[in-house]
């Protein structure tokens, strides 16, 4: 077995896969030089999660820091202790990236084609693959067309790629963009620089959350880590999966709330309507978070400003806006998102024929219809990415013992492409619009229905039964196909 990427996910499913199939052979293929995904690529100053660690980090491991909301150095910290802690490094070859993957069904294996930084080639040969690559581009981020962009003579920087001896000590810094990355990027700059702007065409909504979590203090104290982490981790998933569906079913109320927030916070020194008050529902976009409300208290302070509008040019040292407003900047942060991309880039073929990934139907959002022997882990978007992905963990393990127990070793699920199909993700941001023509789909009905819930996961995932009606399953000797099912 073969699982690409050593990021959240894919330590998370090496884990389940050592401790419940100890006899099923793993290797885990990363395309950096260290383990962390995400958390290793991501360096922009201030960097953090913008979910709460009690579940963004692992069932199976309690996360002990104070704080709730961790930055980066400190998430890609734990990810590096818990595959030290329980012999998965020994399990990861680094600087592998995958290229090409291709099935044979009548020799029942998966052939990788896989590259170094050194422009060298690898092949592997596998039964199953795991694609833990999480859905970011990490070669590229999003960047729109500016015009007049050339006539700017500053430093211009996207998030993903910053510069490691980077000084804005005395520098006016314009960063471009209202989504999580601005959000943490403007506190976090406005320590140093001489001024900082957020630049927005739209607003959006922003959450202000405590940094430490106080019932998880008062737990720790008195009912030890692990019981701490338990009620901590799911008083949290209650509590987002209460905001979403409150932001669904009484949108008008939730605005109001968060507004009225940011109200008491800034109103005296910012336009909040125009500045805070998004055209679209709350959860129709993913929620920002301002831990300690860092971000409001560095426009109250007068460190960082807003501005609102479309971007009608750039000067040698200026941001011009349609309606004539002018930002003056020597160094412009260009935080407007991220590409994404499914298996990591990877082409896959199933005996010669390319799998179009938005041809194909999401079974669980675990694997693709028509595809054998290849599970695909996605996380929530409206909740830690992680939670999904330790239940398609543990489900995959549950499958892989119930075939070792029936003597199958070929799971496919059935090719539904075309029926009742819809867009995989039901979140109205830039950079899932964008990618909607490379993610896989999902159906109205389970099991290609792909839950943003929990619950009715865990329901899918723990309990419901493995052999469904939906999944193909094939022995080893039946190469020809004549026993499958």
Not at 124 to 148: H, S
Not at 172 to 178: K, L
Not at 223 to 242: D, E, P, Q
Not at 257 to 270: A, G
Request: with cysteine; aromatic share 10%; proline share 5%.
């Amino acid at each position: 077995m073969i699982i690409v990427g050593a990021g959240l996910s894919g330590i998370c499913t090496a884990w389940h896969l050592q401790q419940r199939c100890p006899d099923d052979e793993f290797l885990i293929l990363e395309a950096r030089e260290d383990v962390g995904g995400t958390w290793d690529l991501f360096r922009y100053p201030g960097v953090r999660s913008d979910s709460d660690m009690p579940t963004l980090g692992y069932a199976f491991r309690p996360w002990l820091d104070r704080e709730a909301i961790a930055s980066g150095p400190r998430i890609k910290r734990y990810i590096s202790n818990t595959a030290t802690e329980h012999g998965l490094l020994e399990r990861i070859q680094f600087d592998r990236q995958l290229i090409a993957a291709d099935w044979d069904s009548r020799a029942q294996i998966w052939t990788l084609r896989v590259r170094d930084k050194a422009g060298g080639e690898h092949r592997y040969r596998t039964r199953f693959l795991m694609l833990c690559t999480g859905y970011y581009d990490y070669a590229q981020g999003y960047e729109p067309e500016f015009i007049e962009k050339e006539r700017f003579t500053g430093q211009w920087i996207h998030p993903q790629f910053w510069p490691p001896d980077l000084s804005l000590r005395d520098q006016r810094v314009a960063v471009i963009g209202s989504g999580a990355t601005a959000i943490t990027l403007v506190p976090s700059l406005a320590d140093e620089a001489a001024a900082v702007t957020m630049v927005q065409r739209t607003p959006s909504f922003i959450a202000e959350m405590p940094a430490r979590d106080a019932l998880s203090r008062w737990c720790h104290r008195w009912l030890g880590a692990r019981v701490a982490h338990f009620i901590t981790r799911w008083k949290n998933i209650a509590y987002t999966m209460y905001v979403f569906q409150m932001s669904r079913r009484f949108p008008k109320l939730v605005r109001r709330q968060i507004t009225q927030v940011v109200r008491e916070r800034i109103e005296h020194v910012c336009d909040v309507d125009k500045h805070f008050n998004p055209p679209y529902n709350p959860w129709d976009q993913r929620l920002c978070l301002a831990p300690d409300g860092d971000f409001f208290d560095a426009i109250a302070e007068g460190k960082a400003e807003v501005a609102t509008g479309e971007i009608a040019g750039f000067d040698a040292r200026a941001i011009r806006l349609k309606d004539g407003t002018r930002i003056d900047a020597d160094v412009i942060v260009c935080a407007t998102g991220l590409k994404l991309k499914v298996a990591g880039g990877a082409t896959l073929r199933v005996d010669g024929q390319r799998v179009k990934a938005n041809e194909c139907m999401s079974y669980k959002g675990a694997m693709l219809g028509g595809v054998p022997n290849l599970a695909l882990t996605m996380g929530y978007t409206n909740a830690s990415w992680t939670l999904k992905c330790e239940l398609i963990a543990r489900w995959f393990v549950r499958l892989r013992r119930y075939m070792r127990r029936q003597g199958h070793a070929v799971v496919t699920p059935a090719d539904v492409s075309g029926k009742d199909a819809r867009p995989l993700l039901d979140l109205d941001s830039g950079y899932i619009r964008r990618a909607a023509d490379i993610l896989p789909r999902q159906g109205e009905h389970a099991p290609w229905q792909v839950h943003q819930n929990y619950l009715l996961d865990i329901a899918a995932f723990r309990f419901s039964r493995i052999d469904d009606g939906y999944l193909r399953f094939a022995a080893a000797t039946d190469v020809a196909g004549s026993n499958s099912r």
